[in-house]
Structure formats: C-alpha cells, structure tokens
C-alpha cells in the first residue's frame, strides 16, 4: 500500500518531469514555485540555463550560438501551468485524504546535473492576508534571490 510520503513524492516529481518535457531536457536546474491558499491555486516555473536565470518565455536569451531553439510557445506554457496546478490540486486532496496540513507553499528545486532534489515548505498564509502581495510578486521574489545568490 502506497504511503503518504510515497504519493506526495510522486506529484512532486511529476512537477518536476513536467517542467523538464518543457525544457526539452536541456536545463542544468528547475525551480518550480507552487502555492495553495485558501482557494487559490498558483504555479509558476524558471531555470537555470548555459548559468542564467530564465523565466520559460525567456529561455532562448540563454542559448548559446548553434544552440536549438525552444519551443516557448504560450500554450506549452500554459500546458505546464495546467498540469502543475492539476499536481496542486492532487496534494490538497491528498494531504485531505491523510489529514495532513497542506502547504500553502512549496518551491521546488532539482539540479539535473547530480540529480539533487531541494523543497521548500511553508504552511502559514504567505499572501492573501497582504492586501497588495500576490503569488506571482513571491515568485518573481523568489526568483530574483536565486538568481543574485546563484541558489
């Protein structure tokens, strides 16, 4: 019988299977943001490419000369943003299931070169008690800390 760590292993991972498929594989790290608050879902994604930090719509500004382009089309953007927050949704339901708390956070970091795998938890309201701060102003925090501290 599948345990709860096994379950919620498992979705993370898929968030992360999904973020690569996008990167066509060609990534040195994936940061995936992914939060829960009261009935607001939020995913967001960036990389770690050629040593630059790139949102998925900016990943080309990464490639080297003679480097493939990506294919960074809306809808594949929005393709991985349905199936991370679909992978939100199955830990809420999960963690239901378990009556464990859901975390109202999560980042997520995996380095594809040593195949470490980092999360991040938080299970206080991070924003929807802020009357400005939205998840996308935590995601774009996020990123701007990894990307001057090289994380």
Partial sequence: MKEFEDEFSELQADMISICMEYAEDRADKVYVYASCEESIFSSKFFYLVNNKYVKP???NDALEDGDERYDVSTERQ??????LNEDIEKIKVLCKEYERDMPTEMKLIYDVKSGNFKAEYKYELVYTHDEIKTATHIFNDWFEEVENNNL
Wanted: without cysteine.
């Fill in 78 to 83: 929005f393709m991985v943003l349905d199936i």
């Fill in 57 to 59: 719509h900016k990943m």
